[in-house]
Structure formats: C-alpha cells, structure tokens
C-alpha cells in the first residue's frame, strides 16, 4: 500500500473520530486541508486532494477540527445553465416592464382607455375582413352560376367547354376566401392575447402601486 492512499485513510480516519467525538482533526498528507466528497455510490470520502472524476461535484473543505471551511459547489449541466440564462432573462424583462408600466401611465384608467382603443382598431380590421370574405362568397356565388352553362356542369349538347379564365377565376376565389378565413381566426386570437395582456398590465399595475404604498406607509 502506497504511502499517499495511508495518509488519505488515516485522515479520513481522523475525521470521522474527531467528527463523533469532538476531538482535533490531522490535517491532509502534505500538511494542507482535508477534502470531503461523495462517490456515485453515496460513499463519502476523505483526502488531501479530490480525485479528477468528482473534481466536477460537490466537495467540502474541512480544518484540523474536522470542521467545513469551504465549499465548492457541483459544477451545473448545460441544461441547468440554460434554466439560470431563462429565468434571470425573464427577471429582466419583468424590471423593464415594470419600470414601463410605472413611467407610462398615471392610473388603471389610462391602461384601460389604451386597451380600449387597440382593441376598437382590432374590431375595425376585423369588420373589414369580414366584408371583403362577405364580397368574396357573393362573387364565387355568381361564378359557379356560370359554370352551371358550361359541360360538364351542363348536359345539354350545345353546352361549351368550361373556359379556363373561369376555371382559374373559381379557384382563385376559394383560395382567397380560405387565406381570409384564416386570417380571421388570427385576428380572433389576437383580440383575445390584447385582452390577456392588458388585463395582466392592469394586474401588475395595481400590485406594484400597493407595494410601493405598503413600503412607504412602513417607513
């Protein structure tokens, strides 16, 4: 047995005696401090220096009492650094909004006469949309009643060939009437995120200017 793995049990050894009963603890095989830290089966350990395997774990520094001194965290995955950058990112956008929402208005009514206005602007769009699906359908409806005079729409002998122009006015017609329908239901959603958003606004809003009148009242 190597002299270097002696001196680590016997400070381990140490350790644990001086940890049950109160006793002074040997410092590490060169005089230096003592490491403690935990393998991947929960076994503790203790030595002058930590292995390169758990350098990356969470360790502790104890002094001749047996007593931590220091403290080296485990060092964070990729995945826990990336949570750390989400959260301090929304913690800042949170100080910015806030600092906004005390700078811009003076009271809920003003947050409420804004939201107010933005969503008459979304009901305008809206309705304009609307209109122009309702124009859309009545000139699809005059379309297919030309089609009706064209084979094979129409059995009659004397019937002509449906002419492309009108072939291509009928598709163009449902494909724009399908790009309106979705753009409606996206203006709904819209409508319902301004409401969301402003009503958040006004939420934030109310409980900012209670804590900042709780905190003057207590000084």
């Not at 700078?103 to 122009?132: C, G, H, N, P, W």
């Amino acid at each position: 047995m190597s002299a270097r793995l002696l001196a680590v049990i016997a400070s381990a050894a140490l350790v644990c005696i001086g940890a049950a009963h109160g006793a002074p603890v040997s410092t590490g095989a060169k005089g230096g401090p003592v490491y403690r830290w935990v393998d991947e089966n929960g076994i503790v350990h203790y030595g002058d220096s930590v292995p390169p395997q758990y350098s990356q774990q969470e360790s502790a520094v104890l002094n001749n009492q047996g007593v931590e001194v220091g403290h080296r965290a485990a060092q964070k995955s990729a995945a826990e650094l990336a949570e750390e950058a989400r959260q301090q990112q929304q913690l800042t956008e949170q100080k910015q909004r806030d600092s906004f929402l005390l700078s811009t208005y003076t009271s809920v009514k003003d947050i409420e006469q804004l939201r107010d206005e933005r969503l008459e602007q979304l009901r305008a769009q809206r309705l304009a949309a609307q209109q122009y699906v309702a124009s859309l359908r009545e000139r699809l409806l005059v379309l297919q009643e030309r089609m009706l005079t064209y084979k094979p729409y129409n059995a009659e002998s004397r019937a002509r060939r449906l002419p492309d122009e009108l072939a291509q006015d009928v598709v163009h017609a449902v494909n724009e009437m399908r790009t309106q329908g979705t753009a409606l239901a996206a203006k709904d959603r819209e409508v319902a995120s301004t409401r969301a958003q402003f009503q958040a606004d006004i939420d934030r809003y109310r409980e900012l200017h209670t804590s900042g009148t709780a905190s003057t009242a207590s000084r």
